[in-house]
């Protein structure tokens, strides 16, 4: 138990080695985001513009941009959607349904991708269950998304931008150390002919799965 014990802590230690700096720039993004909110748009809770740039700093490493500009984009189609058919048909839990599906529909016609399809439908539900008497949240939520979505690309790029070539160093390190380990022991269990042992290998191998596609994802996001 020791063994297995001190591998895992190890491992949680290389996980959070790997991604606290993102855990730094979602709260520091957070963090500004709702100052920005509140203090230029005069909203009491922005409560959306904190949760666009988290969802932007969250998106994979490189591709901060591309994700502002689908978060961005399923919001304004969202919003487009909601509030056409919502001014035309009321609000309700029908009519609710209808716009989200709607919303989503469209986003899959214009090939919009799973952020830009939960960006059109969440915004389309905000739309959709608001009271008829209630202020317009159209032009606050477009607003909110802008000042979400920029505060997290001017943290991730200027304020506080990883070092890609570390990154990659603290991801791939652990990763081909693993397999290395275990490629080795499989070697030496296939030339022993240890059936046991080389099935145990191959399952930490398949374990392993999950690190590797992290992995790659990583190498490829700091190429570009």
Not at 50 to 67: E, M
Not at 201 to 215: C, D, F, I
């Amino acid at each position: 138990m020791a063994p297995a014990a001190r591998r895992e802590v190890r491992e949680a230690y290389e996980r959070l080695r790997r991604y606290f700096i993102v855990a730094l720039q979602a709260g520091l993004a957070a963090g500004l985001a709702w100052y920005v909110a509140s203090t230029l748009l005069k909203n009491p809770q922005p409560l959306f513009a904190p949760a666009a740039a988290v969802g932007t700093i969250a998106a994979a490493i490189g591709n901060r941009i591309r994700r502002t500009a689908e978060l961005l984009g399923g919001v304004i189609l969202g919003v487009l959607v909601g509030d056409l058919l919502i001014k035309l048909i009321g609000a309700g839990p029908v009519q609710t349904g209808l716009v989200v599906a709607l919303a989503i529909s469209l986003a899959v016609v214009i090939r919009g991708s799973g952020a830009v399809m939960v960006q059109a439908g969440s915004t389309a539900v905000l739309l959709g269950t608001v009271e008829p008497n209630a202020p317009d949240l159209a032009v606050p939520r477009t607003a909110n998304a802008l000042v979400g979505g920029g505060v997290a690309v001017v943290v991730a790029l200027l304020l506080l931008p990883l070092n890609p070539v570390r990154v990659v160093h603290r991801a791939a390190g652990p990763t081909l150390d693993l397999f290395a380990n275990e490629l080795t022991a499989a070697a030496k269990a296939l030339a022993a002919r240890d059936a046991g042992a080389a099935e145990a290998s191959l399952g930490r191998l398949e374990a392993a799965e999950v690190e590797r596609k992290q992995t790659t994802e990583i190498v490829a996001a700091a190429r570009r």
